[in-house]
């Protein structure tokens, strides 16, 4: 059996055939999809079905069921670290609209120094001063410029807004740790492969 690789809509399709003990072919349309004719699905499927007869069409390489389950695992951590930075971006826009220039002296507001004083700020403090001293020991910026940096017109809307966007960020990291640990838990489950049969000796 062949089917015709579009999007994922084979995806179910493969899945039940392939459990059910079929040898299914996931064939790529690209090299004749152009070609005069067959313009109805019934017409392209039984021109499909004689090609697969004589042997015409190539499968393509599909993973086991093991390695496809944590293949889509493997990618669900980039799409939780794009919504986190989606949300760092937004703390930024945040922190410019109450005219604190982190920019400065900060060259990530997600860093050490960076979340230490965003905790900070979402647990209530507003001193500059204060907030100053939350660097880490890295930081080369003057303790009067990191002063002025944190020296703003707090805005509560923002800060409101600021308070939900750490959160959203802290909850994208531990998204993507329970990311990798299934990953881990998935790859201990795999079969192991016997290694190579050790050499005779000389």
Known sequence: ??????????IPLFD?????????????????????????????????LQLHTYGLRRNSFHPSSEMRAIRSLWRQPEVWGQTATDGVNRMQKALAQMNLQWGRVLSDIVGTTG??????????????????????????????????????????????ALKQEREHYDFCHQQMRRCYQEIERQLQALPTRPGPAPLDPP
Not at 1 to 10: I, K, R
Not at 20 to 47: F, H, I, M
Request: one cysteine or more.
């Open 1 to 10: 059996m062949a089917l015709q690789a579009t999007g994922v809509y084979w």
């Open 115 to 160: 979340l230490r004083i965003l905790r900070a700020l979402v647990a209530g403090e507003r001193n500059p001063e204060t907030l100053a001293r939350l660097k880490c020991t890295r930081l080369q910026a003057s303790h009067a410029e990191r002063v002025a940096s944190l020296t703003g017109n707090w805005r509560t809307e923002l800060l409101f």
């Open 16 to 48: 039940i055939l392939e459990q059910a003990g079929w040898e299914v072919y996931r064939v790529n349309a690209s090299p004749t999809q152009n070609l005069p004719g067959r313009k109805s699905d019934v017409q392209e499927c039984q021109w499909w």
